[in-house]
């Protein structure tokens, strides 16, 4: 075997090794990730964990939500008895549910790994707006996340939780359809207001990334389907297709294959029973489309605006300008407020970010007042209100760690604000001077309120209210004497008030129809409402302007949409009514919606507080969880080859990861093998990371071949973000690492090309402190093709004579991006970087100019080189220029051409869309003082073709290349490249 292709063989081998060692770095991320932090990326060490224990259940929470554990235990007892007896399920152990206010996010997830548990959120107030029917959100999440662990206990088979890998588990749609069907009713926004409108647009597909709302439409059809397959084929069908299972690993174990499952259980392909259920759908929704009306009826043509997802929008007292909050694409999901002239058509962008849908002009004109999710204390994420200056777009916010939301001003300057305290909404009054607030509302309890609005001209304001008893309503307050009244039937689900320009009347919108319709009301609620709007896909009401020649009752401003794509703005006539026509369908095609489990948990559950029996303060050691542990075969030479094993272990609030590997060598297992073991503390503030090495394998380009060493040793270190700038989508952090290494080469490289030094073998005691700051807005191509964004990160590393270390040096290393716009969709990349060394490090930790890219990925929490170190390259060359002073910038253009090309191979890589970017690279590397001269100056030009490429759901950009040398441009001295690296440095 010649050496150039043993060379080859070593170098895919720990390409190989190293993918493998990145994977599990990418799984112990991942499990890190299974707390709250995985959405705030906060430890919250300030809060004390409690835990409550009843017959089924450990109920774990802050201290300060003392109570809760009541609510919570009676709630989950009664959906156990509901769901074992349902599904045919029960535990020999006791399930683990996590509640936290820490944010207001409302969510909550269940983990599929160790005995099962959930993670909520709680003390919502924005229930009240972003969510339908009447029961509360605590009966309503405990309920649902629970259903889906009884499913992963239905389906657990041998080696759980590998069946996700060696078997077709239940597909999400079906999962998520199957906890609502068991614990929800059928309601708007959790199925029906999304279903018809992908029917009537005739696209039901909701993983083409077509409109924000997909997520949506993927529970409402679950949703359909599993009451559409309970009424066909029988609830204990349900528990039979989920109870069933198959042999696997040569009849060594069983897991449950759901589309053999099906097929098995009722005697009909899953295809046979979608197309059934599809017919269906379409005669139930088009029968009821024939009978209500359409966007033509509105006979007015929808406003030319900047969004295309439109959820707020504001007119100002002059009805000219308006406020506008909403989405520009699909692909972009950035959320905006826009400055809109609807006479000219200018509009400007004043702000972007977590912006909620209500707008407030004040009086004069020039500021508008909305409220949208900031940080807060302990980098909490919360609700606060702002204002923007709208002639200037200077931006102010007016409270702090208040979760303040639905401002509206008041006719003195002052703002009525909707503020949640420990999940109760009350109404108050802020005045933006001073800072003072007074009370108007003494609401109690399980009570939140939603889009708040003020009387033209007066001090009346009208809100909706979600109350105790799950009942949804419009209420009418009187800000100088605090007295109110609720108006209409509380079980319409009433909501989002707009006020008459002379104050005399109120619209509202109701989801009576299942989808949003707006109707017409006086305050006083002596009379009773009148239907404005009748459309079988919805219409919400925003504004209700003065009358004019073409609007004889006011100019009512409205969304409503007929395509799941976008909704739009119309301007109708709110004097023009809808008839109120009783709806008829055959009833062999409406028993799906009634259709319920034989056991149904009560939609309202009262305390009990003798379900409890123990209460303790919560050890976070002595809940951590097995999640996987995978047995694999290492290969690392002839003389170093045998079985391994990784696993991970983790706790369900992220305080404890462990992650660990080891590797026995058949041939050698007293000096060959490996072992490897990381922990991960998030008690404190810091995140805290311990790693110990023994023998554990590293691979670098090095040459012609890959430096192949094995290490020793450990390492600690911490990273701390921080909120100094209070910027949208903007993430800071700093950090540090102590470490002490020893390291050692495997074998002497066949090769060793000038400028580089023979590798060494040495201990280095090693240290390193960071400080990064970035912005990205999320975008559907980012891996590919970001459109914005920034970054700077500042590091200074090195290493002592300490601990019997054998070099010493500090390196400051200055890293920058930006990222600036073009036409289209095009885009400007400028990347800088400057490092500089003083003192000895290894000869194979060099920096400069190397002869190959590095090989970077982009994996959950990860984002770092993996195979190089502290060098740049300039494409067009191909040798090394090694110093301690660096000088590195990158341009590129970058063109999108092709969005997706739309090619599998083997079934699981994916090859997306392609980006044409022409570069010049340019880099100057010196030694000691600068000598312009004597420094190697290198520029480098040419173009890639960037492509995003998916493996097993690891998404990464990979690219082909062609470089040549700036003073060598046209001639025959070019290089032709392949290197996978990310669309950002870091």
């Not at 969510?107 to 924005?126: E, K, L, R």
């Not at 029968?287 to 707020?312: C, F, H, I, K, Y």
């Not at 923007?388 to 777009?393: D, L, Q, R, S």
């Not at 489990?597 to 809940?623: F, M, N, V």
Request: net charge negative; aromatic share 14%.
């Amino acid at each position: 075997m010649s050496e150039k292709i043993r060379s080859e063989k070593n170098r895919m081998r720990s390409v190989f090794f190293s993918l493998i060692l990145i994977g599990l770095c990418s799984l112990a991320v991942s499990a890190l990730g299974q707390g709250f932090s995985m959405y705030n990326d906060r430890n919250h060490p300030e809060l004390k964990w409690m835990q409550a224990e009843s017959e089924h259940f450990l109920i774990m929470y802050p201290e300060h939500l003392a109570g809760i554990e009541a609510e919570a235990a009676a709630i989950a007892e009664e959906t156990y008895q509901a769901l074992s007896e349902n599904l045919n399920v029960t535990f020999s152990h006791k399930i683990r549910i996590y509640l936290s206010d820490e944010d207001e996010i409302i969510n909550g997830f269940a983990a599929p790994i160790g005995g099962f548990y959930t993670n909520i959120w709680v003390n919502q107030n924005d229930v009240a707006a972003g969510w339908t029917g009447q029961a509360k959100w605590l009966r309503k999440v405990i309920a649902h996340e629970l259903a889906h662990i009884f499913h992963f206990q239905a389906v657990k088979g041998t080696f759980w939780p590998l069946d996700f890998i060696l078997s077709d588990p239940m597909p999400l749609f079906w999962a998520e359809g199957l906890a609502q069907y068991q614990t929800e009713k059928w309601d708007a926004f959790r199925g029906d207001s999304w279903l018809r409108t992908a029917i009537y647009d005739n696209n039901l597909d909701y993983r083409a990334g077509q409109s924000v709302w997909d997520g949506a439409l993927m529970y409402a059809t679950g949703n359909s389907q599993l009451r559409f397959f309970a009424e066909q084929y029988g609830d204990s069908t349900l528990a039979s297709l989920l109870a069933h299972r198959k042999p696997t690993l040569f009849g060594l174990g069983k897991v449950h294959h759901f589309y053999t499952a099906f097929e098995s259980v009722t005697g009909d392909s899953y295809s046979t029973f979608e197309d059934r259920w599809r017919r269906h759908m379409t005669i139930y929704y088009n029968t009821m489309a024939g009978q209500m009306e359409r966007l033509d009826s509105l006979a007015s043509d929808p406003l030319n605006l900047p969004a295309r997802m439109v959820s707020g929008a504001q007119f100002d007292t002059s009805g000219r300008f308006m406020a506008l909050v909403g989405l520009a694409s699909v692909e972009q999901p950035v959320r905006r407020l826009w400055w809109v002239d609807t006479e000219n058509g200018a509009q400007r962008a004043l702000d972007d970010g977590a912006i909620g849908s209500h707008l407030s002009w004040h009086e004069d004109g020039e500021w508008i007042a909305y409220h949208r999710i900031t940080r807060g204390r302990y980098g909490s994420l919360q609700n606060e209100l702002y204002r923007v200056h709208v002639p200037t777009g200077r931006r102010e916010q007016l409270t702090y760690n208040r979760r303040a939301s639905y401002p509206e001003w008041m006719p003195d300057g002052r703002i009525a604000f909707i503020g949640s305290e420990a999940g109760t909404g009350n109404i108050f009054i802020l005045d933006i001077t001073t800072g003072d607030e007074v009370q108007l509302t003494g609401f109690e309890g399980d009570v939140q309120l939603a889009g708040l609005r003020r009387q033209p001209g007066g001090e009346r304001l009208a809100f909706s209210r979600f109350d105790e008893q799950g009942y949804r309503e419009i209420v009418i307050l009187d800000a100088a004497s605090d007295t109110w009244h609720a108006i209409g039937d509380p079980e319409s689900d009433n909501r989002m008030p707009v006020w008459s320009p002379d104050g005399l009347m109120l619209a509202y919108t109701s989801l009576r129809d299942q989808v949003p319709n707006i109707f017409v009301t006086d305050p006083s609620g002596d009379h009773p409402s009148e239907r404005v709007t009748r459309q079988f896909t919805g219409a919400s009401a925003h504004s209700w302007l003065p009358a004019d020649s073409l609007f004889p009752g006011g100019r009512m401003i409205i969304t409503a949409t007929d395509t799941k794509t976008r909704n739009y703005i119309y301007e109708i006539d709110a004097g023009s009514r809808a008839d109120e026509t009783q709806i008829v369908i055959n009833p062999s095609y409406t028993g799906w919606t009634q259709h319920r489990p034989p056991t149904e948990i009560p939609k309202h559950i009262s305390p009990d507080q003798g379900l409890i029996t123990a209460r303790r303060p919560y050890c976070s050691w002595c809940t951590i969880d097995h999640v996987v542990t995978i047995p694999l075969p290492y290969y690392a030479g002839g003389n170093d080859w045998g079985p391994a094993v990784f696993t991970v272990f983790t706790e369900p609030l992220g305080k404890h990861t462990f992650v660990g590997g080891l590797g026995i060598s058949v041939i050698d297992p007293l000096d060959g093998g490996f072992a490897a073991f990381s922990y991960i503390n998030r008690q404190l503030s810091p995140t805290l990371s311990l790693n110990l090495y023994h023998r554990a394998y590293n691979a670098r380009f090095y040459g012609d071949d890959l430096l192949f060493s094995r290490y020793s040793g450990g390492e600690t270190g911490f990273r701390l973000p921080f909120d100094w700038f209070n910027i949208s989508y903007t993430q800071s952090a700093i950090g540090g690492l102590l470490a002490y290494i020893t390291t050692e080469p495997t074998r002497e490289l066949s090769s060793i090309p000038a400028g580089l030094d023979a590798a060494e073998k040495a201990s280095e005691a090693r240290f390193s402190f960071w400080f990064s700051t970035t912005q990205q807005r999320p975008y559907r191509f980012l891996a590919l093709h970001p459109l914005d964004g920034f970054g700077i990160r500042f590091q200074v590393k090195g290493a002592g004579y300490v601990f019997g270390g054998d070099t010493r040096y500090i390196r400051p290393d200055l890293r920058a991006y930006r990222i600036f716009s073009g036409p289209a969709n095009h885009r400007i990349y400028l990347y800088g970087r400057a490092i500089a060394q003083k003192g000895r490090s290894l000869n194979q930790d060099f920096f400069g100019l190397t002869r190959f890219g590095d090989l970077s990925l982009m994996l959950p929490g990860l984002n770092r080189d993996i195979l190089y170190g502290d060098g740049e390259r300039v494409r067009g060359y191909s040798d090394y220029a090694i110093g301690n002073r660096l000088l590195f910038t990158s341009l590129e253009y970058r063109m999108p051409i092709i969005s997706n090309l739309q090619t599998r191979i083997l079934g699981f890589a994916a090859f997306g869309g392609v980006v044409l970017a022409p570069f010049l690279d340019a880099g100057i590397v010196w030694t000691g003082a600068f000598d312009y001269d004597v420094a190697i100056k290198r520029a480098g030009t040419g173009a890639e073709l960037k492509n995003l490429m998916s493996v097993g759901g690891l998404q990464f950009k990979h690219a082909i290349g062609f470089a040549q040398p700036v003073q060598q441009l046209f001639g025959s001295d070019y290089e032709l490249y392949y290197r996978i690296k990310v669309a950002v440095p870091f």
